[in-house]
């Protein structure tokens, strides 16, 4: 366990002014602009609805009324008649995909499930599960032609919420699901797709220590990411059997294994073209258009189709995270030190199996060292869409359980947050409650940086009367993954890099950030670019925070390569071995020799091999991420509604490559957990139909809802990265909801645990408490 | 959307016309903010859109100091909110005219239009209300007046008749010592539809310590825009104090017949139909003091 190195947080305002590189660096801490920044702002960015074709047909998805249904018969014979319409597809086109499970990077799927949830079979499961799809010569006739499209149902009542589902005499969502009871296959079938449990210590001694012991129980609603740009998809099928998608994805080859896997197509007949991405957060992993727009393209006599989500369709059928019931109990000491923590975590999963009730079991306490846990895990199918990833899957409802219930020990005991933290926060060495250790670490250091921040050392007038202050912590662990690149050089001492992790979060620019600076270039000679799936070897989804670790990792071995490789080729020019030929400050020398590093390029054009390197890599050194936030706010007590009047927030980065790409991942992932916090939801009615299905009552915030969100950069350099880089796009939208919830029982000693926390739940829980009070003898 | 035909209309008489012969396959239109989210969205079916903003009464905003303002119907809110007169003499409907949609939303939609659209919820109509409009209608048997109070009758549904459609609005000239405002309460701060919205208004005596007239409407409480005149009545010479506030605001809470749907709950509206009309009260006294109530935290009116 080394010493850690002298922190000085970087502060940002978003202001550009803030950057402070180290000396060793030339372009790693800078801020420059990015490669796509001007295609953006000025709307020349193609996105996936940009994709046009001359014999483009339209495509449309009937969609499921019913939350749970069997389908009797569909009679597509109408539609089809429609003059317009070139081709009808249901779930019979699909060919019956493998009962197996396939990890698409965050999350993974069973691969018969993932089929069924691109097109019924036989079933349906939530409001808006696809039934059928047609494709037609123009939007508006493909539109008429669904309502053509005759589904009989047999309908059947829903199973919403987790209560309904694991009630005994429960109706079953999927007949042939078993529970995977730690391991072990069920015999009777369920709603409970899996029970796992993580244990350390003994907790019933760990408690029998405790001088103070809470337990609450906390909830949380079905939330979407709320990406921007919709869903969409464009497939050829051509007459040669090859098949070209263009698509917006967090990753073009898992587009292309699972449209593979369920068209059962090989791979190498498919090039997945990845078009520019509106925001993805998780959600554009799993395909769902893809596959049926190949089919279409292939049933329309292999012309282009093109499908588009409507915002209800992405809100209906896409994306969610899961809803959730966690009871929390801890123990601590007199003195404050935290000795047990017992948890039961259960979480929807929608229709199909795979909520991420496993990642928020080790979120829930991952920053604290407990020697006594005990954590069960329970994944429950509803009928509700099936969850996706979205930003640290399953960590936002855990650590509102969690440090909702760490701040009330803190309080209880009489103990100053932050120094009940750093009293109990986890180091290098200490075992989280899935027995991993923790690598090398930062999170006591985002602890201390909140605590000498000039935000939580200001005094917050009419705290207590209405204004109060929170802060919690969260943890992320990060993912290194594969990723393959190859880079060309330019005889005009440019450099061409080709990766293919497609850019949500201004990747393009880390990456070819990292290269300059492995190179010994400036980063405007580096042109970068994402390629399609038949450029490069397999690329990992941009996911798990691990882009500019992992494909930072390509990068730094490219521009090693490159280098190796310039001085092999001027070597041979010059006769000397290339043990002679020194690279310093862009010059290349060997005795008299001596030329720049663009000379250098023209040189070798002309005179030697032309140079292009590759490197594919594997990052398992990937390092964890903390995340420790302050927020003041205003509670109106007359209507329940918060508002957000500071926020701040100190996060380990490892190594900053792009510190206005990190502070804009810190605030993203803020601005996102707000949201979560205080007023989404999804709305269902009793018979399961989603009543809110678009962005007037899916609440997510405006900007007027938000404040400047302030931003401390931790630097706690990951050991297994050179530049010491760890994750940074996930971790910040782990503490905001139970910072929010600490931050109001500060303000009126109400304390909420239900999400979201909006004015409606709000304004209940303080009259209730005014009720109360009055009612107590004086 | 299906396609459907369009005809703009020169004159109320054309306007009537063609309303009358095509019954209910027909709709004015006039920003078009609802009616063309309703019709893409396939909650409303039409052959026929006619288009009332080449009419020059519907887009003709003026002032009169013995007749008031005239607000056309398909007038926008932009227009209605940089009016001078407006500003000065009906600040309530200054308020509701710039929370109504964005900037964008306000550059097209118009009172009449959302008068028309008679949801319960509607921005514009509880201030209206408490600034005393009228509705000038015309139909195939001329033209009638109706105070706007009396306009709805349940939800998206009006008194309009077959072949009528809406004018617009004439709004009395104000009293001296007169003030009103409007409020919504909405869980975010921008993008939503009112959970209760209160419009007050009031006349104070000329030392401004006694309320000579008061009236009082809300939104989103009953099946219509709900016009509570006990509540303005129980002000009606009363000095203004924290008291009598509190008075008219139990009225109108009690007056309220909310239902709970996904935007509030019962006891969360009735609540809330309280708290807004008191903050309207004291936010329409001030106006008619002009004076400014700041409170402990510095915050305008008790609220942000």
């Given at each position: ?7 000085d ?21 800078t801020?420059?602009?990015?490669p ?17 074709f ?234 769902y ?44 000491t ?5 000795v ?9 999963a ?59 020990l803190?309080?209880?005991l009489g ?18 409650a899935?027995g ?90 580096v ?51 290339p ?39 594997y ?22 509604k ?6 701040t ?49 899916y ?34 939208i ?17 304390r909420?645990?239900e ?7 709000l304004?209940e ?14 | ?16 016309a063609v309303?009358a ?23 409303r ?29 398909a007038?926008?809110?932009h ?5 001078q ?10 308020d ?6 964005g ?12 008068v ?17 409009a ?16 009396a ?5 998206g ?28 309460f909405?869980?975010?701060?921008e ?13 104070l005596?000329?030392?401004g ?58 006891a ?15 936010i ?19 609220h942000?």
């Open positions: 366990m080394g010493a850690n190195p002298k922190l947080p970087i502060r940002g305002e978003g202001s550009g002014n803030g950057s402070r590189p180290q000396p060793s660096y030339k372009v790693i801490g801020r420059p602009i990015r796509d920044g001007v295609d953006k702002v000025t709307g020349r960015a193609l996105y996936g609805a940009d994709v046009r001359p014999d483009l047909l339209h495509g449309k998805v009937l969609r499921s009324p019913h939350a749970r249904a069997r389908i009797r018969s569909i009679d597509t014979s109408q539609a089809e008649a429609l003059p317009g319409v070139k081709a009808v597809v249901t779930g019979a086109d699909l060919p019956t995909a493998e009962d197996r499970f396939e990890d698409l990077g965050e999350g993974g799927i069973n691969l018969r499930y993932l089929s069924e949830n691109v097109l019924a079979h036989g079933r349906v499961l939530y409001h808006g599960h696809p039934v059928a799809a047609v494709a037609a010569v123009s939007p508006h006739i493909a539109e008429e032609a669904l309502s053509l499209i005759q589904v009989d149902y047999e309908v059947l009542p829903p199973v919403m919420t987790l209560e309904e589902a694991m009630a005994e005499d429960a109706p079953i969502l999927l007949e042939e699901l078993r529970t995977d009871e730690m391991g072990e296959r069920g015999n009777r079938p369920t709603n409970v797709a899996a029970h796992f449990r993580y244990e350390l210590g003994n907790v019933e001694e760990g408690f029998a220590q405790a001088d103070l012991v809470v337990e609450r129980e906390f909830r949380t609603q079905t939330v979407h990411q709320g990406y921007i740009e919709p869903q969409m998809a464009t497939a050829l099928y051509d007459q040669d059997g090859q098949i070209t998608i263009w698509t917006s994805t967090q990753g073009s080859f898992s587009v292309r294994s699972q449209v593979a896997e369920i068209l059962q197509i090989p791979v190498s007949r498919i090039r997945v073209v990845p078009m520019e991405i509106g925001g993805g957060f998780g959600g554009k992993i799993t395909v258009l893809e596959p049926v727009a190949v089919l279409l393209s292939r049933k329309a006599g292999y012309r282009p189709v093109k499908l588009v989500m409507s915002r209800a369709e992405v809100l209906m059928a896409t994306g969610p995270t899961s809803g959730s019931r966690i009871r929390m109990k801890m123990g601590a007199r003195d404050g030190r935290i047990a923590a017992e948890a039961e975590l259960v979480y929807e929608g229709a199909f199996p795979g909520s991420p009730v496993g990642s928020g079991a080790v979120v829930l306490l991952a920053p604290y060292n407990i020697p006594n846990v005990r954590i069960d895990g329970y994944d429950v199918v509803v009928n509700r869409p099936r969850a996706s990833a979205y930003r640290a899957p399953g960590g936002t409802n855990a650590a509102f359980a969690s440090e909702s219930v760490v701040d009330e803190a309080r209880k103990l100053d947050p932050l120094e009940f933290r750093l009293k109990n926060g986890a180091k290098e060495g200490d075992r989280m899935n991993l250790p923790h690598p090398k670490i930062g999170y006591l250091e985002t602890v201390e940086a909140i605590r000498n921040s000039e935000h939580y050392n200001a005094p917050l007038e009419g705290r207590g009367r209405g204004r109060g202050r929170g802060v919690a912590s969260g943890y992320w662990g990060n993912w290194g993954g594969k990723s393959s690149a190859t880079a060309v050089l330019n005889a005009d001492g440019t450099v061409t890099l080709n990766e293919a992790s497609t850019d949500i979060g201004g990747t393009r620019a880390s990456i070819a950030m990292q290269f300059a600076e492995s190179l010994g270039i400036p980063y405007e000679k042109k970068i670019r994402v390629v399609d799936t038949d450029c490069v070897s397999y690329n990992d989804v941009t996911g798990g925070s691990r882009t500019t670790f992992g494909t930072g990792l390509a990068a730094y071995e490219l521009g090693q390569k490159m280098k190796a490789a310039m001085i092999q080729r001027l070597a041979d020019i010059w006769g000397v071995s043990e002679e030929v020194v690279y310093e400050e862009m010059v290349f020398s060997a005795g008299e020799n001596r030329v720049t590093f663009d000379e250098a390029a023209k040189l070798i054009e002309r005179r030697s091999t032309p140079v292009m390197v590759e490197a594919e890599v990052g398992k050194k990937y390092g964890p991420a903390f995340s420790t936030q302050c927020v003041d706010v205003e509670v109106d007590v007359e209507t329940g918060v508002t957000i009047l500071r926020y927030i100190a996060q380990d980065a490892g190594k900053a490559i792009h510190p206005a790409y990190v502070e804009g991942q810190m605030q993203g992932g803020v601005a996102q957990g707000v949201g979560w916090a205080l007023n989404e939801e999804y709305v269902y009615d009793r018979e399961g139909h989603l009543l809110n299905a678009s962005l007037l009552d609440r997510m915030p405006t900007a007027l809802d938000l404040p400047m969100i302030e931003t401390l950069i931790v630097e706690v350099p990951n050991p297994g990265h050179p530049y010491g880089v760890r994750g940074v796009g996930e971790v910040n782990v503490p905001p909801a139970a910072a929010l919830a600490n931050a109001i029982y500060d303000a009126i000693g109400v909420m645990t999400l979201p926390m909006n004015p409606a739940r304004l829980a303080i009259l209730a408490k005014q009720a109360q009070e009055s009612t107590q003898p004086a | 959307m299906r396609a459907v035909d369009y005809v703009p209309v020169r004159s109320v008489e054309e306007a009537v309303l012969e095509h019954g209910d396959r027909a709709a004015p239109l006039a920003g078009g903010t609802d009616l063309i989210a309703q019709l893409k969205e396939g909650h079916s039409i052959d026929l859109i006619v288009d009332v903003k080449p009419i020059p009464e519907l887009m003709e905003l003026s002032y009169d100091p013995a007749a008031g303002l005239w607000i056309g119907g007038v926008p809110c227009r209605i909110s940089r009016s007169v407006v500003r000065r003499h009906y600040p309530a409907l200054l509701s005219t710039t929370l109504i949609g900037i964008q939303i306000q550059g097209r939609a118009s009172l009449g239009g959302n028309c659209n008679a949801s319960p919820a509607a921005d514009s109509v509880p201030n209206l209300i408490a600034h005393s009228t509705c000038h209608v015309a139909g195939p048997q001329g033209t009638r007046t109706i105070p706007l109070e306009f709805f009758v349940g939800p549904q009006t008194v309009l008749r077959p072949g009528e459609f809406l004018v617009g609005f004439r709004l009395p000239v104000p009293p001296a010592h007169f003030g009103a405002a409007y409020l919504r909405i869980p975010r701060n993008m939503d539809i009112a959970v209760v919205g209160a419009g007050a208004s009031v006349v005596s000329p030392d310590q006694t309320v000579q007239a008061a009236r009082i409407a809300l939104g989103a409480v009953a099946p219509t825009p709900l016009y509570v005149p006990e509540a303005g009545q129980a002000l009606v010479g009363q000095p203004v104090t924290e008291e009598s506030i509190a008075r008219a605001a139990q009225i109108a809470r009690d007056a309220a017949r909310p239902i709970t749907d996904m935007r509030g709950t019962v969360q509206r009735k609540h809330l139909a309280g708290v807004l009309t008191a903050r309207a009260l004291r329409a006294i001030d106006r008619a003091r002009g004076t400014k109530t700041v409170d402990s935290l510095g915050r305008l009116n008790g942000a």
